[in-house]
Structures are given as structure tokens and as C-alpha cells.
């Protein structure tokens, strides 16, 4: 993700994804959107904690209203896991993605790690043009789907699936 620059996220909740995004790199600027009032007060409380008002841009606004002509590398989309909040989401982020390395990721496409959420999923598909279909993969060990246009491995998946990768995190 060393291109990403310009972010959209859908569904800021209190603003903790928007900040993380932001801090991966000083290069990095992220629009969220965020319908409930309470949420959106929250997530400028923290996003002004950390100073990032100069790269976040919180929109109190209801995805299926926002309306805008800027492109994004990435589109994370968190809001309203409704079939209908999910396609639309979809449909609009398929026309903001600024080139073919433009990647959408969507949030609870499962409910645990094994766990499709078929609301979720037909959403996205009904979302997605069909001849991008065949481009939207489960991340393996997470809750989310990937739509990307770049060659990658996957697999079918298996169940009940147990994880395959270890990681490694330090705290400073």
C-alpha cells in the first residue's frame, strides 16, 4: 500500500480506523463519513487528540447521500452492513476508485473468522459490476473482503479453518 494516499472510509464510528490510516504515513489523507451525530462528535474529539485535522476530513453525512467527484486509491467501507447500505456502498465506490491499483476493502463481510455474512456478501456482489466479480477475495484471518485488481494467490477456502500465519507485534 506504499501508493495510497488519498483514502475514503464509509462508517467512521468514533474515528480510531480514519486515525490509524492516517498515521501509516505523513503522505496519507482520509475522508470518513459518519451518519450518527453522537459518533461524529466522538470521532472529532479524537481525531483532534491526535492532530490530524489536517489530513481528516469527517463528513456528518449519510453514505447513500454523499456525493463527490475526487477519487481514492483506497475505499474502506464500515458503514450500514444492510444489503441495501452494502450495494450501494459498493455501486458508489466503483466509481470513485482513481486507477486500476485502487483497492476497496469492506468491513464485517464475515461475522467471525469462519463465518460468511450473507447480507454482506450479496450486497457486494449486487454492488460490484459483474466483470470485477471475479476480483473480490475473503483476507484470510480477518473479517474483511478485498476487491483488487492486482495477481494474487488465493485459495478456496476450507472449514473449520484454523490460522496459518503467526505475526509478530511490538509495542513502543
Known sequence: LNNVKNILEIGSAIGYSAIN???TSSDVCVTTIERDKDRYIEAVKNIKEFNLEDRITLILADALAFN????FDLIFID????YEGVRS???NAFKLLKGKS???VWHDYTTNYEHIN???LAGILDGCPTNK???VFHISNTLCAVYTEEDII???AIYPAFPDKNFKVTIE
Open 21 to 23: 490510516m492516517a498515521l
Open 68 to 71: 463527490t467527484d475526487e477519487e
Open 79 to 82: 458503514g450500514d452492513h444492510s
Open 89 to 91: 456502498d459498493t455501486e
Open 102 to 104: 485502487s483497492i476497496i
Open 118 to 120: 450473507y447480507e454482506v
Open 133 to 135: 466479480r471475479d476480483k
Open 154 to 156: 488465493s485459495k478456496n
